[in-house]
């Protein structure tokens, strides 16, 4: 209120309809140079765009962008972001492309365009889930280019003025919800405090009507008695500061009905029991002439103990800055009072939008200046990306992200100085996590103020806090309970899943180590590949995790490392006749073999029973019977497709035949080795037919081996089984030479 009693100013929120001319006049009172033809392309090519689309109220689609625009310029916002608010739904909504505003506009306004569309397909839902999933996605847009959340902060505070004209109930709480719980405090954490008071109590109106009405009225009558009491004291304040030599300008400030709200649900008191429904702003000339206007309040009236906070030497976390009192006034009525200077005055209502002014020649964001006075935005998003970099899963993110957005603040120092802002009620552990998440895991204790104090101690302002370390990151139980911030809490979990984790690989690894005793087999985690492909599993450490939550079985494993393995066959396979070209047509069955044409197996591939098989037809040869996936095959891509046969095996191959496969092992140079091998496959049953040594070193040497198998699944096993030999550096199948196929 002003001194009159009047409602203070918000943004933007005529329903006549703005014109390209109005918009182009409201920009350039702060912005002379802005350029007044590109404004009028961006507004005439969203009228274009939008023009078949109506809003549930009936008006042109249009009128929204261009309100959102005007939100902007009441923000005070660069040329590039006036555009974007007038082009933010063309992408989205209408036939318009980012190429297209890439080349009608700019790539900077196709850019932030882009972002704030993104922005708009995670509207998030009254799914728990998906609000967290899409929370996460928004922190990482924004913190690219802040400007893209300012034109949703734009975007979303119209909706809700006009939230209205939606019919349905549901909607209009869900959006009211998402606004009160995601949009407005982002807002707060930026510090534009002008849209997230206005963006609150819309959501509250919605939230909770009856309450809502009920606050509006009790103000409406407050504001009707006490108009000539704001006046008078506004006057004496003022009269008081001026015989001190300083010029103020003093106006009165109703609480909003959202906040009044909250203080009567926290602290469980009456509506006529709150004493600062009405304070007063004194706005001085310097950062000096606050603390000398401090010295003329405190010495004309007398202070109320406890509630005087310096937030000018110590800004919030939003860059805040202001000196809080409470006196005795005139006619001793209780008087809340906010001394700040014009600067600060306007970084408490815009935030972040108010680091954009003119430097030189040129209106765009102050950085520097920014930075100067603690407001890089980016530094206000960092506790959300710390809390993504922990993991852990969505709906945990939401719930430490609520936590750091809605907590008021208390600031203690380090033994070095250093301030450290944390949340009403913190600890000295999540002093810890604040200062770096590995003091946290490692902290057992805390001096404050130089004493001994339980980690449990709420801090209070101006402690000095000193983290006493250990050695061992193991959280002890209950210690999540211990901290109330969501970078600690996050942090925390992180940690007790990475303990868990360990514990259930450790267990999953003698798991593991036994199953291969009982089976007497060697166990080496670098053979374990195959394996892993076959359980779909990316990592040793993942099995031996899936093994440890009993995820999958040692029985899994094993039918894994070693394919075939619970084979229930009898016989061995020298009870079989072997697979030979002459006899192929009793082995190999398929659409297209006709009579009197030569069938012979591959030698580039030398085909199992149980491999996927294909035939070639090819002149004066026959068909030719190749694996699915032989190489060879490539090179008769160009052929005919009636030259392909699909081909199968017969029941004669998969039962009472066997074949010849062959393994190439690298193998230390060692004796025995020869000995570990035979006895493999022997307990595997499968039969050497013939071996031969490929290269021989003084450490290593290198041999082919022909093993009479069953079938492409029984080889495989014989190939896992050798890999788990001690002896055995690598094994693999290889191909046959035609002559060796036919011995």
């Keep these: 209120m002003n001194a009159a009693g009047t409602p203070a100013k918000t943004l933007h929120a005529d329903h006549a309809y703005t014109s390209a001319d109005d918009l182009i006049a409201r920009v350039r009172k702060y912005d002379p140079s802005a350029d007044a033809d590109l404004i009028r392309r961006a507004y005439d090519f969203g009228r274009e765009m939008h023009a078949p689309q109506t809003r549930y109220s009936g008006e042109p689609y249009h009128t929204h962008v261009v309100d959102v625009a005007m939100n902007l310029a009441e923000l005070r916002m660069d040329t590039a972001t006036i555009c974007t608010g007038l082009l933010h739904d063309t992408v989205e909504d209408t036939p318009a492309t980012l190429g297209e505003l890439k080349e009608k506009f700019s790539e900077e306004i196709a850019h932030l365009v882009d972002g704030v569309t993104k922005l708009g397909k995670m509207e998030l839902t009254s799914k728990r889930t ?17 400007r893209v959340l300012i034109v949703k902060l734009a975007d979303r505070l119209h909706n809700m003025r006009t939230l209205h ?21 982002l807002a707060r954490r930026m510090g534009i405090n002008r849209i997230c008071v206005e963006l609150e109590d819309l959501s509250f109106k919605y939230l909770n009507p009856a309450a809502h009405e009920s606050i509006v009225a009790r103000l409406n009558d407050l504001r009707h008695r006490h108009s000539d009491a704001v006046s008078t004291v506004s006057q004496a304040i003022g ?20 906040s009044i709200w909250r203080k009567l649900e926290r602290k469980g008191q009456t509506f006529d029991e709150i004493a600062d429904i009405y304070a007063f702003r004194v706005i001085v000339p310097t950062p000096d002439d606050c603390y000398r206007a401090l010295g003329v309040v405190h010495q004309t009236w007398r202070c109320v103990p406890e509630r005087f906070r310096d937030f000018i030497s110590t800004p919030k976390p939003n860059n805040y800055r202001s000196l809080h009192t409470t006196v005795i006034g005139p006619d001793s009525v209780r008087v809340e009072l906010q001394i700040r200077t014009e600067e600060m005055e306007d970084i408490a209502e815009s935030g972040v939008a108010a680091h954009w002014r003119y430097k030189g020649q040129s209106y765009g964001y102050d950085a520097a200046s920014a930075k100067a006075a603690g407001g890089d935005p980016l530094e206000r998003l960092r506790p959300f990306m710390e809390i993504l970099e922990q993991g852990g899963d969505p709906e945990e993110f939401l719930e430490h992200a609520k936590l750091e957005m809605f907590a008021d603040q208390v600031y203690a120092f380090t033994p070095k100085g250093e301030l450290i802002a944390l949340p009403t ?4 552990l999540d002093f810890a996590y604040a200062v770096h998440t590995e003091l946290g895991h490692t902290c057992v204790g805390a001096r404050i103020n130089g004493r001994d104090r339980p980690l449990r101690t709420q801090l209070k302002n101006g402690d000095v806090v000193h983290i006493l370390r250990g050695g061992v990151r193991q959280p002890p139980p209950g210690w999540e309970d211990l901290v109330i911030t969501g970078k600690a809490r996050a942090a925390i979990r992180r940690l007790i899943r990475s303990s868990e984790r360990d514990e259930f690989e450790r267990i999953g690894k003698i798991m593991a180590e036994h199953a291969f005793r009982r089976e007497d087999k060697t166990f080496r985690e670098e053979d374990l590949g195959e394996a892993l492909d076959r359980l779909e599993i990316g990592s040793v450490s993942d099995l031996y995790l899936a093994l440890g939550r009993r995820r999958i079985t040692t029985a899994d494993l094993l039918d894994a490392a070693f394919p075939g393995r619970t084979d229930d066959r009898e016989e061995t396979t020298s009870k079989r006749e072997l697979i030979r070209d002459e006899k192929a047509r009793l082995y190999v069955r398929g ?14 591939c030398s085909p199992l029973p149980g491999d996927r098989i294909v035939g070639l037809l090819e002149p004066e040869k026959g068909v030719t019977i190749h694996t699915i996936d032989c190489e060879a095959l490539s090179d008769f891509d160009s052929f005919d497709p009636d030259l392909w046969i699909d081909l199968g095996w017969t029941p004669e191959a998969e039962h009472n035949a066997v074949s010849i496969g062959r393994v190439r092992a690298v193998m230390h140079n060692e004796p025995g080795v020869l000995a570990e091998i035979a006895t493999a496959v022997g307990e595997n049953r499968g039969n050497i037919a013939n071996l031969k040594t490929i290269k021989r070193e003084p450490d290593f040497f290198e041999m082919q081996f022909d093993i009479e198998v069953f079938d492409a699944r029984h080889l495989s096993n014989i190939v896992s089984a050798l890999k788990m030999c001690e002896s055995v550096v690598d094994a693999e199948r290889a191909k046959l030479d035609h002559e060796d196929s036919q011995t």
Excluded at 130 to 146: C, F, G, M, P, R
Excluded at 239 to 258: C, D, H, N, S, T
Excluded at 425 to 428: E, Y
Excluded at 591 to 604: D, K, N
Aim: proline content about 7%.
């Design 130 to 146: 998906q609000q967290a999933e899409n929370l996460q996605k928004l922190i990482v847009a924004i913190s690219t280019d802040i």
């Design 165 to 185: 004209h939606i019919p349905k109930v549901e909607k209009r709480e869900r959006i009211a919800r998402e606004t009160l719980e995601i949009y407005a405090p």
């Design 239 to 258: 009269q008081r500061l001026m015989l001190a030599g300083i010029e103020p300008r003093v106006f009165g400030r109703e609480k909003r009905p959202y």
């Design 425 to 428: 009620g913190a600890t000295p």
């Design 591 to 604: 659409r297209g073999l006709t009579q009197g044409v030569t069938l012979h197996f591959a030698a580039c």
